[in-house]
DNA sequence: GCTTGATCTGGAGCTGGCTCCAGGATGCAG
DNA sequence: CTGCATCCTGGAGCCAGCTCCAGATCAAGC
C-alpha cells in the first residue's frame, strides 16, 4: 500500500491540532520547515507527529512554548539540562499553588462572614475589598498569609 | 489648606497604579469618566480611589476586570449576589488548585526517575513526553526506548 | 518669559498562543 | 469536467490587561 503524502492537514489530523497550529509552530520554529513537493506542498516526516505531541504533553504540564524549545534542544543534549529545567517548572507550579491556595483561604473566610451575617445590607465582602487594609479574615491569625497573598498578583 | 484638584495623575499615585491604568478602567467602563475642569482636565471625586483599591485587591483574589465589573454592580444591589460570584470563583480557584496539584504531582515522578535513572543517555521525561499514552506516575520502564526520543527532538 | 512636567485625544503595541481570512493554485471524487 | 477540499503566502485579528506614543495644550516653578 502507497502512503499518501503526510501534508500538513494530514499531519494535523494525526497529531490532533489544528493546521494553523502547525503553520504557527514553523513561524516560530519549533517545526523545521521541510522541504515541498514539486506542487509546492510541505511534505512531512512522520516523526513530526510526535514532536508535535511532544508539545502538546509539555504544555499540559505547564511548560510555554519558549520552555519547550529549551526542553527539545536539551533532548539533544544531557539529561540533567532536562531535569534541571523540570525542577524549575516545578517550583514555579508550587508557588502557584501556594498563591492560589492563600487566595482559596481568604476567599472561603469572606464566604463564612456574609453567610453569618445576618441581613446586613452592607456586604462584607465588598466592605473588605474597599477598606484600605484588606482582612483576610475575622478570624485570628489573618494575617500570616497576606504575604503570600500579595504574592500572587502582578502589577 | 486648600486641596488641589485630584487630577488623573495624583488619583494614579493616590490609588498606586498607572495613569495609563485609569485612562483603560474609563475605556472599559471600570470608572466613570468625571466632569472636566474648564482647562480640560478631568477632576476625580476622592471615591474613586476606593474603587480602583477595590479592582485591584479583587484581581489579587482571581477576579478577571469583568468579573469585578459585576461585583460593582452587584455591590450596590444585594450581597446574595457577591456572595454567589465569590462562590463560583472559589470553586474555579479549586479545580485550578486541583490540576496544578496533579501537574506537579507528574513532574515529580519524571525528575525522581531521572535521578534513578543512572547514567542512561535516554533521557526518561523527553521519552514520557514522546510516548503516546502520556503516564502520570510510574517507577517501572524508565529504560527503553531511544527512537521515540529522537523522533520528538530531531525534526 | 521660559522650561519642565502634567494633561489631553486617539490610536498603536505588547505578551502568548493561536485562529482566521483573502485570493490564488492544486488534488481528488463523482 | 465540475466542484469542492486542500494547499499556498502573508497578513490581520483575538483575548486580557495594560502600556506607550505623537502632537497639542496648559499649569506651575524659577
Same mark, same amino acid.
Given at each position: 500500500?502507497?502512503?499518501?503524502?503526510?501534508? #500538513? !492537514?494530514?499531519? $494535523?489530523?494525526?497529531?490532533?491540532? %489544528?493546521?494553523?497550529?502547525?503553520?504557527?509552530?514553523?513561524?516560530?520554529?519549533?517545526?523545521? &520547515?521541510?522541504?515541498?513537493?514539486?506542487? +509546492?506542498?510541505?511534505?512531512?516526516?512522520?516523526?513530526? #507527529?510526535?514532536?508535535?505531541?511532544? #508539545?502538546?504533553?509539555?504544555?499540559?504540564? +505547564?511548560?510555554?512554548?519558549q520552555d519547550?524549545?529549551?526542553?527539545? &534542544?536539551?533532548?539533544?543534549?544531557?539529561? %540533567? @539540562?532536562?531535569?534541571?529545567?523540570a525542577e524549575?517548572?516545578?517550583?514555579?507550579?508550587?508557588?502557584?499553588?501556594? @498563591?492560589?491556595?492563600? #487566595?482559596?483561604?481568604?476567599?472561603? %473566610?469572606?464566604?463564612? &462572614?456574609?453567610? /453569618? !451575617?445576618?441581613?446586613?445590607?452592607?456586604?462584607?465582602?465588598?466592605?473588605?475589598?474597599?477598606? %484600605?487594609? $484588606?482582612? /483576610?479574615?475575622?478570624?485570628?491569625? $489573618?494575617? $500570616?498569609?497576606?504575604? @503570600?497573598? /500579595?504574592?500572587? /498578583?502582578?502589577?
Amino acid at each position: 500500500m502507497t502512503q499518501r503524502p503526510l501534508t #500538513i !492537514g494530514r499531519l $494535523a489530523k494525526a497529531a490532533e491540532v %489544528n493546521v494553523e497550529t502547525i503553520r504557527y509552530y514553523q513561524r516560530v520554529g519549533l517545526i523545521v &520547515e521541510p522541504l515541498k513537493s514539486l506542487e +509546492g506542498f510541505r511534505v512531512y516526516s512522520s516523526e513530526v #507527529i510526535n514532536r508535535i505531541r511532544f #508539545i502538546k504533553r509539555a504544555q499540559k504540564l +505547564g511548560f510555554s512554548l519558549q520552555d519547550i524549545a529549551h526542553l527539545l &534542544e536539551s533532548g539533544e543534549g544531557h539529561c %540533567n @539540562d532536562v531535569r534541571e529545567q523540570a525542577e524549575v517548572k516545578l517550583k514555579q507550579i508550587e508557588v502557584q499553588i501556594k @498563591d492560589l491556595q492563600s #487566595i482559596r483561604k481568604t476567599l472561603k %473566610n469572606l464566604i463564612s &462572614e456574609c453567610n /453569618t !451575617g445576618g441581613e446586613s445590607e452592607c456586604c462584607p465582602i465588598v466592605q473588605s475589598l474597599t477598606e %484600605n487594609s $484588606a482582612r /483576610t479574615s475575622t478570624k485570628k491569625g $489573618a494575617g $500570616a498569609n497576606r504575604q @503570600d497573598f /500579595t504574592s500572587a /498578583t502582578k502589577y
